[in-house]
Each structure stands twice: as C-alpha cells, then as structure tokens.
C-alpha cells in the first residue's frame, strides 16, 4: 500500500498528489511514468512521473479525471492509500548537451512538459515554454513554469488569460523571428502534437512528442499501446513514451484513443452512481 501525502485540486478536473514511494522516487527521471492502481479490484491506468522529492521518497502524480479510475483516484484524500504504485516505466526525456529549447504543453499535458523544463533549466538550456489551455480557469503550474523557463508563453482558446490562440501560433512567430531551438518537445493532445510537428517540420527543427496511448502491463507484452512510427510497429511503454514526432502516425494513434471511450464513460457513470448512493 502506498499512502498519500499531499493532495491539491489544481483546477476542477486536474488534481496534483504526492505518494509516498521511496523505491521509484530514488530513480524516476523526467519523461518517464508509473502504473497504478486504486484498490485491489482497480485496472491498472499510467500517470507520468511529475516530479519527485528523493529525501522525502516521495512521487508527485498530476492527473484528469476522465473515466472509472481517476474518479476513484480523486476521492482519495491526505492519509488515504492506494493499492499499487509500479515504476519507474519507460525511457527518460533526453536532455543531455541541450542548449536551447522549447517545450509546448497543452492541457494536463503540462504536467508532463513541466518536469522536462525544470531538468532542462537545471542543466543551463535556455528553455522557452509555451503552454495552453481552453480557458483560464483551467489553467495550471503557471508559477512553476515561469521559474523554469526563460520565455514562457501562455495561451488560451477563449483568450481569457494569457495570448488568444493555439500553441502553434507563438511557436511559429518565435522560429519565424530567428530562434534557434535545438529541439522542440511537445507534450498534449494528440491532435496538438501532430500540428506541433506540422509546424516545425518546414524548418527541419527535431521534435519530440510522447505518446499516451492505453496501457496494461506496462512491459510490452499486451501490445495495448502500440504505436506506428517510422513505419514500424513500437510500444509506448519500452520504447517510449517519446519519439521523433515527424515519423509518428498520429491519424493511426487517434483513432486508437478513442476506440475504448463509451466503454469508459458507462463505467465511470456507474461509479458514479455508487457514489451517489454512498452519500445518501
């Protein structure tokens, strides 16, 4: 059992925890992710690492709230414990000998770009951060990013905070305007990556993605989370989670990720009646 030692709400569908998991936390790197589960009966669902706090053995843990598990991984509070909590999984971000880059999150997918800036700031890179979200209210890490970035940019589709737009606007008025980025990494939907590439790919700027398709055992062996890349058949979970965002099949990807929805939506909505009746 591994028990939880904080837990913030950091917008209405996206909550931050910190799980106690001395073992991952002394070797989980950036890029890389754990599989959890709630309870003993619970799937077995990946969150990215977010951060860690190695003395405190430590694991932080940003997620959404979009189907069974995540609704009952939010009405967890301080104190409470979860069944399972398996990692590090997958290859860390590459960040050695970077000089200057430019992360692009979109969405909770900031909470995957925000420890890649971090390291990369530690290291000396000049990190430009582009981040974007449908409305202010769901914006998130603002604070964080500005103390790991050197230029950081924040969009929003409604223009309620930050510039109106996508995150691809900015991107392309910072290259156009003469930056030289070593890499571009960006970190969201799928549909935002792919545009990302579809950006920077004109200017033959590499560009990192990582993908988050469905995971099970987190080793490759199910085959749940494969991927098209290159022209090859790859798994996220050992492979991955990032590749060259200019030989992912994203219209493959896309049309994986959403095969399982109606599955998860019936049983997050009788989740949510047990929850119901538990309160009356």
Known sequence: MYKITSKRELNPTVTMMDIEAP???????????????????????????AGCDREKGTVKIIFQIVGASTELLGHKNEGDYIQDFVGPLGRATHTEGLKKVAIVGGGVGCAIALPVAQKLHELGCEVHSIIGFRSKELLILEDEFKAASDKLIIMTDDGSYGEKGVVTEPLKRLI?????????????????MKFV?????????????????????????CGGCR???????????????????????????MSRGIMYRPFEQEQREHVCNLFQKEVQ
Do not use: H, W
Not at 29 to 34: T, Y
Not at 176 to 192: H, R, T
């Open 23 to 49: 073992l991952v936390a002394r070797k989980a790197q950036p890029g890389q992710f754990i599989i959890l589960r709630v309870d003993e009966n619970g799937e077995r669902i990946p969150l990215t690492v």
């Open 176 to 192: 156009e305007g003469g930056e030289q980025y070593d890499e571009v990494i960006a970190i969201g939907p799928l549909i935002m």
């Open 197 to 221: 590439t579809l950006t920077t790919k004109p200017y033959n700027i590499k560009t990192i993605v990582s993908m988050n398709p469905i995971m099970i055992d987190g080793t490759g062996m």
């Open 227 to 253: 991927l098209t890349v290159g022209g090859k058949t790859k798994f996220a979970c050992v492979d991955g989670p990032e590749f060259d965002g200019f030989e992912v099949d994203f219209d493959e990807a």
